[in-house]
């Protein structure tokens, strides 16, 4: 309560009726709104963080009619997880990589890196001891340690055996980072060994 009383005394006066506009421009300031908050978030906004700056308005309507307004930008929007951000479509990969140095915002992973993060994506919650299983050798901190540091693994529950070793699990940022809407979106690791690109 006492951080929603802060919240309170901070927030500028934001008239989220809009009562003052006609309905069709009304419903376009939403949007407009909902697009800014997404342009300055560098991670997915949740429903409820969108709804403060709309009021009582469908949330998901006004999402489904800017994501249709942007159908011929070169950004989209996408829902990651239990939220929703704005990114370049990939068509534009390329255009981007040869204009600047975007380095800083590659995951920068080798291979058995990544191989590692699929593993966990796939068979979380996993332990390093799980992790050892599937590649038959241990699996060093400093790997699970690069993979956190980049929020693309957390902590997950204990496992329930003796001594409680800590699990990894993906997070939303995981999820961002490879387009994906949810984990259901993973492919099957039998179909991409029956492709030739499984283990």
């Known amino acids: 309560m006492g951080s929603d009383m802060a919240r309170d005394r901070t927030e500028p006066d934001l008239d ?103 593993a966990i994506a796939w068979h979380q919650p996993i332990t390093r001891d799980g992790l050892k299983e599937i590649f038959g050798k241990e699996i060093g901190r400093e790997l699970i340690g690069r993979l956190s540091e980049r929020d693309l693994i957390g902590p997950g529950p204990r496992a329930p055996r003796r001594g409680a070793p800590y699990t990894f699990v993906t997070t939303e940022a995981f999820l961002a980072a490879f387009g994906l809407e949810s984990l259901r979106d993973l492919a099957d690791p039998e179909q991409l060994a029956d492709a030739g690109l499984g283990a």
């Not at 003052?20 to 949740?46: G, K, N, Q």
């Not at 534009?92 to 291979?111: M, P």
């Open 16 to 118: 989220r009726a809009l009562d003052d506009l006609p309905p069709e421009l009304r419903w376009r300031e939403w949007m407009r709104r909902i697009e800014a908050v997404l342009f300055a978030s560098s991670t997915p906004v949740p429903r409820e963080d969108l709804a403060r700056v709309v009021g009582e308005v469908s949330v998901e309507l006004l999402i489904d009619d800017l994501a249709a307004d942007l159908a011929d930008r070169p950004y989209e929007l996408a829902q990651v997880g239990s939220g929703w951000l704005l990114r370049t479509r990939p068509a534009y990969a390329a255009a981007i990589r040869a204009a600047a140095d975007v380095a800083g915002q590659a995951l920068d992973l080798g291979e058995f890196d990544l191989a590692v993060l699929a």
